[in-house]
């Protein structure tokens, strides 16, 4: 049985006096361990609140399939010089063909790009295996980030947070940031600044935040850099895609590198994943009827709508060609491209998202666009509509990076690559008869015009979305004649 020295009270407790100097008051602090030597400590805000917060996915995928193309095609792009990649055995390998010529190199990024957020934590982990990581005159970069692709894959990064394997051989934690110009390089050396073992997968995970970025490897925490006192935050990028690349330098390597991507998990840790659709919506003026601010710099609506007593420019809305340009508004569009030819699509509106710029020193504010409600009125004749007689289904298509519906997959070589449109049929016919009278008001069948959407659709920086019709009928095709239609969407870039 213990012995206790000091007063205890009738319960047997024992009485503690706290002092009442704070230079000589004691602290606690939450911390936890994944082994009886390795302890991380809970996060506090300066207003020394609890850090605490549930994950949401934002990316989640793997490289266990057939092909590299029919994989990265979906959600990444590809540059490279010489340099190839193949998937292997659940990985996907960069550097396939195992070479060491000079000023070679391949890249991967994804279309989609992921925002830095106050109050909220950025968590990138992906399962990693390299050959020959240690090898001098080679550099592969993995994490957030963007540089030139144009410029070969060696471009120095306009901005970047992540692991880095250097030409000099040794592994590094970096933050390279920008305020206006040439970008600057923060690093900290991490596992000692030696690379881990070759051949062997390990796990490698960054967590980003306005304040800092902190790098673990296997779960165990190695270093962290903090927002530099010249910056406005950790990157002057509010957005940036996943980036992974790896290229060989002026002088040959001794033995060839390659790096194996296996499963990459992107999530969001924080309050904001909570906020409901309104809120999104409403906040920081991104709906989707303002600018994307940051990207654009006209003030007023992203939709297309004329003043008063001004009709909309008519425009020919083919499937190459476009019935009406902006985030939705009022547009006039001549139906010569109702052929008779049935299951023929006519991009009545779109929109590009704006891209990530790559220039240094650039503003980048890239977001993804989140679409959630579809708004289409029936179609109404303004120029009498000589010959005729159809039915056509409006459909939505997001992810083309041009404008093209007939525009293919290609994963990338030595240009950027290129992404289909995935088109979503709605449940909205529009019917006129031949000759339809100017004032004729389609005939709607199935939905009246508004599409809430449960999954809402996601339109990356760069990426067209597309609202069209699609004949199913068609008794004779329409020579002259055009209409009036409005679209609108509900949204928010986030």
């Known amino acids: 049985m213990a012995q206790i020295d000091g007063p205890v009270d009738a319960n047997g407790n024992i009485r503690v006096a706290q002092p009442l100097n704070p230079a000589q008051a004691g602290f606690g602090q939450i911390s936890f361990a994944r082994s009886a030597a390795i302890a991380r400590v809970a996060r506090v805000t300066l207003a020394g609140e609890l850090r605490a917060g549930q994950s949401t996915r934002l990316m989640d995928c793997n490289f266990n399939g057939p092909a590299a193309g029919a994989l990265l095609n979906n959600q990444f792009n590809q540059s490279l010089t010489t340099m190839v990649s193949a998937i292997t055995g659940g990985f996907l390998r960069l550097n396939s063909g195992v070479i060491t010529t000079v000023n070679t190199g391949i890249s991967v990024n994804s279309w989609q790009v992921f925002p830095i957020h106050d109050e909220s934590t950025l968590k990138l982990a992906v399962v990693l295996r390299h050959s020959n990581g240690s090898v001098a005159n080679k550099q592969a970069d993995i994490g957030f980030g963007y540089y030139d692709v144009a410029a070969f894959q060696a471009a120095a990064m306009n901005e970047f947070i992540g692991f880095r ?26 596992n000692g600044g030696v690379p881990l073992s070759n051949d062997v997968a390990h796990t ?34 509010s957005g940036l895609p996943l980036l992974i690349r790896l290229f060989n330098g002026g002088s040959a390597p001794a033995t060839a590198p390659a790096f194996d991507l296996g499963s990459i998990t ?43 007593g001004n009709s909309p420019a008519v425009l020919v809305p083919t499937n190459a060609v476009t019935g009406l340009v902006g985030l939705g508004g009022t547009g006039r569009a001549t139906l010569t491209g109702v052929t008779a030819t049935v299951h023929t699509d006519l991009i009545m509106n779109s929109f590009q998202n704006p891209l990530i710029p ?47 519906l007939a525009t293919a997959d290609a994963i990338g070589g030595a240009t950027i690559g290129t992404r ?37 659709l996601v339109v990356a920086p760069g990426d067209f979305l597309v609202v069209g019709l699609r004949t199913l009928f068609v008794a004779a095709a329409v020579t002259s004649g055009a209409v009036d239609f409005s679209i609108g969407f509900n949204g928010y870039w986030d």
Not at 207 to 229: T, Y
């Open 420 to 456: 289909s449109p995935k088109k979503i049929m709605l449940p909205i016919f529009d019917t006129f008869a031949a000759a339809a009278a100017v004032g004729t008001i389609s005939t709607r069948t199935g939905e009246q015009g508004l599409i809430n959407l449960n999954t809402p």
């Open 266 to 308: 992107i999530s969001r840790i924080g309050p904001i994943q909570n906020e409901d659709r309104p809120t999104l919506q409403a906040k920081q003026g991104r709906h989707s009827s303002y600018p994307q601010s940051g990207t654009q710099t006209a003030n007023g609506q992203t939709c297309s709508v004329p003043l008063s």
């Open 204 to 237: 490698y995970e960054i967590l980003v935040d306005n304040a800092a970025v902190e790098f673990s490897i296997n779960g165990v925490f190695a270093g962290q850099i903090l927002a530099q006192p010249d910056a406005n935050s950790l990157t002057k990028a």
């Open 358 to 404: 790559e220039a240094a020193g650039q503003a980048n504010n890239a977001r993804n666009l989140i679409i959630t409600d579809i708004l289409i009125s029936p179609l109404i004749v303004s120029v009498v509509l000589a010959g005729g007689g159809f039915t056509a289904e409006w459909f939505v298509a997001i992810g083309a990076t041009a404008l093209s």
């Open 165 to 190: 394997w250097t030409q000099a051989g040794a592994l590094l934690g970096v933050l390279e940031y920008s305020v206006g110009g040439a970008p600057t390089t923060v690093t900290i050396p991490l």
